[in-house]
């Protein structure tokens, strides 16, 4: 499927790259993922909070 070919430093520079992009949005998926599961627990389980209107209607007049 793959052929093998040697690879240059440059190459093996983006693979760390790659490699370190991955693991920092791994960690921020887990964090995000924590936060919103604390933010939800403080909220005592709220749904939908954000769909629901507080204010009168702001449409311009036309």
Excluded at 12 to 20: H, Q
Excluded at 22 to 42: P, Y
């Amino acid at each position: 499927m793959f052929t093998t070919r040697n690879k240059s430093p440059a190459d093996s520079e983006v693979i760390n790259v790659l490699i370190a992009i991955s693991h920092v949005s791994a960690r921020l998926a887990r964090k995000l993922s924590i936060l919103a599961a604390h933010s939800k627990s403080e909220e005592g389980g709220k749904q939908d909070e954000q769909n629901k209107r507080h204010s009168n209607n702001h449409r311009g007049a036309s």
